[in-house]
């Protein structure tokens, strides 16, 4: 019997691999897919509809920042997944949990999710779960980084790789950009979170560059990004030696990038040229985003986690790879499969309760092993290898 009602706020590629989602796997009695864009939420809850081959999920045209509006529709749902920037998921978390609704969002920012969190007690009394930060990564790797974190007995080190990369690569960035230009640019700018020695630290941007074999695949680079990790240095500080989060590309991307960045065309102070002020960051998007956007993109995602520590007496090192391609039959990039599905998959839980009432982060909200279980019913197939070292 299909149970449950959803809001999704945000009618773009990921907002819709939620619903499909929703609508396949998620008991969903009803779906509304809301966007400030009219045609864009029709078109995509028509788009559901066509691939499920029922009447599941409507649209509404509705603004994010509309708090009355937000309000009324979220009385009707038990759980809003918000698929829109993250500058608008502090309020919607508000809204939801004043609404008695369960909340999920795809994040894209830490200190909001800080924020996000100090209202667990506020959802704890309206007995609702909030997650944030759900997605591929920062989100997926995160419930694999719990996986293998609880398969140890005494867990050391863990590396989490992770990588969004056109089928087709063409040089010289070997890139394509599915999604917005700035997100890629924080990614690689600035310090991310790590731990070191069981303690959180920070690390530079575009640092520790090494060669990567992915199985079945072929030889990537990895370097340090930004907020992939999410909450989760704070969460395991003490309890890992290393955490680390790094991005993958074909061989020869971070060198170009890292040179950009050393050129100051990641900085968003303004400066003085001829007479006519610009930020650097304005101009270079300027200049790059025609260059790396593409209207069909087809693309794989792939996640590579790397653990170590002591396993019934020996020193153990454990692999999980997952290799996801674009979907011929759904038309969904490997990135909205991973990145939809898996905020999908955690609202799904927090409509039958699985998770915990109050606000949590990924590696908090549930388990490892139950997302694995989730995904592999999607059709996600993970490798697993267990080896002593």
Same mark, same amino acid.
């Given at each position: 019997?299909?149970?449950?009602?959803?809001?999704?706020?945000?009618?773009?590629?990921?907002?819709?691999?939620?619903?499909?989602?929703?609508?396949?796997?998620? +008991?969903?009695?009803?779906?509304?897919?809301?966007?400030?864009?009219?045609?864009? &939420?029709? =078109?995509?809850?028509?788009?559901?509809? #066509?691939?499920?081959?029922?009447? %599941?999920?409507?649209?509404?045209?509705?603004?994010?920042?509309?708090?009355?509006?937000?309000?009324?529709?979220?009385?009707?749902?038990?759980? %809003?997944?918000?698929?829109?920037?993250?500058?608008?998921?502090?309020?919607?978390?508000?809204?939801?949990?004043?609404?008695?609704?369960?909340?999920?969002?795809?994040?894209?920012?830490?200190?909001?999710? =800080?924020?996000?969190?100090?209202?667990? /007690?506020?959802?704890? $009394?309206?007995?609702?779960? %909030? !997650?944030?930060?759900?997605?591929? @990564?920062?989100?997926?790797?995160?419930?694999?980084?719990?996986?293998?974190?609880?398969?140890?007995?005494?867990?050391?080190?863990?590396?989490?790789? $992770?990588? @969004?990369?056109?089928?087709?690569?063409?040089?010289?960035?070997?890139?394509?950009?599915?999604?917005?230009?700035?997100?890629?640019?924080?990614?690689?700018?600035?310090?991310?979170?790590?731990?070191?020695?069981?303690?959180? %630290?920070?690390?530079?941007?575009?640092?520790?560059?090494? /060669?990567?074999?992915?199985?079945?695949?072929?030889?990537?680079?990895?370097?340090?990004?930004?907020? @992939?990790?999410?909450?989760?240095?704070?969460?395991?500080?003490?309890?890992?030696?290393?955490?680390?989060?790094?991005?993958?590309?074909?061989?020869?991307?971070?060198?170009?990038?890292?040179?950009?960045?050393?050129?100051?065309?990641?900085? /968003?102070?303004?400066? +003085? !040229?001829?007479?006519?002020?610009?930020?650097?960051?304005?101009?270079?998007?300027?200049?790059?985003?025609?260059?790396?956007?593409?209207?069909?993109?087809?693309? !794989?995602?792939?996640?590579?986690?790397?653990?170590? #520590?002591?396993?019934? #007496?020996?020193?153990?090192?454990?692999?999980?790879?997952?290799?996801? =391609?674009?979907?011929?039959?759904?038309?969904?990039?490997?990135?909205?499969?991973?990145?939809?599905?898996?905020?999908?998959?955690?609202?799904?839980?927090?409509?039958?309760?699985?998770?915990?009432?109050?606000?949590?982060?990924? /590696?908090?909200?549930?388990?490892? &092993?139950?997302?694995? =279980?989730?995904?592999?019913?999607?059709?996600?197939?993970?490798?697993?290898?267990?080896?002593?070292?």
């Amino acid at each position: 019997m299909l149970k449950y009602n959803y809001v999704i706020v945000g009618a773009g590629r990921q907002g819709v691999a939620s619903a499909y989602d929703l609508a396949k796997f998620g +008991e969903a009695k009803s779906i509304l897919l809301t966007d400030s864009i009219k045609k864009a &939420a029709e =078109k995509a809850a028509a788009n559901v509809n #066509g691939l499920i081959g029922a009447d %599941v999920c409507k649209s509404l045209q509705a603004e994010a920042s509309d708090k009355e509006k937000m309000l009324e529709l979220f009385k009707e749902a038990d759980v %809003v997944i918000s698929a829109v920037p993250y500058y608008f998921n502090l309020d919607l978390t508000k809204w939801a949990i004043q609404s008695s609704a369960s909340f999920v969002d795809l994040g894209g920012n830490t200190q909001v999710v =800080k924020s996000q969190l100090e209202l667990s /007690e506020l959802a704890k $009394v309206k007995n609702v779960s %909030v !997650v944030p930060d759900c997605g591929m @990564g920062p989100g997926l790797n995160i419930s694999l980084i719990n996986y293998v974190f609880n398969s140890f007995d005494a867990p050391e080190e863990i590396v989490s790789y $992770v990588g @969004g990369l056109p089928l087709n690569p063409k040089p010289p960035w070997n890139y394509e950009l599915i999604f917005n230009i700035n997100g890629l640019t924080n990614e690689y700018y600035g310090k991310a979170f790590a731990i070191e020695n069981y303690k959180t %630290v920070e690390i530079p941007g575009l640092s520790e560059v090494e /060669e990567i074999q992915i199985k079945n695949f072929g030889t990537l680079e990895a370097a340090v990004t930004t907020g @992939g990790l999410s909450t989760a240095p704070f969460t395991y500080a003490g309890k890992l030696k290393t955490l680390r989060y790094k991005t993958l590309r074909y061989p020869g991307h971070w060198e170009l990038f890292r040179a950009y960045s050393l050129l100051g065309l990641f900085d /968003e102070e303004p400066i +003085e !040229v001829k007479g006519k002020t610009i930020a650097p960051r304005d101009f270079y998007h300027a200049l790059l985003e025609p260059k790396l956007k593409t209207e069909n993109p087809r693309d !794989v995602g792939i996640l590579h986690i790397v653990g170590s #520590g002591i396993k019934a #007496g020996k020193k153990k090192r454990l692999t999980i790879d997952l290799v996801e =391609k674009f979907d011929e039959g759904l038309g969904f990039t490997a990135m909205q499969k991973l990145t939809g599905w898996h905020a999908s998959i955690m609202a799904h839980l927090a409509a039958r309760s699985v998770t915990p009432k109050g606000a949590f982060p990924v /590696e908090q909200a549930a388990d490892g &092993a139950e997302i694995i =279980k989730e995904a592999k019913k999607r059709g996600f197939e993970f490798k697993e290898i267990w080896e002593e070292i």
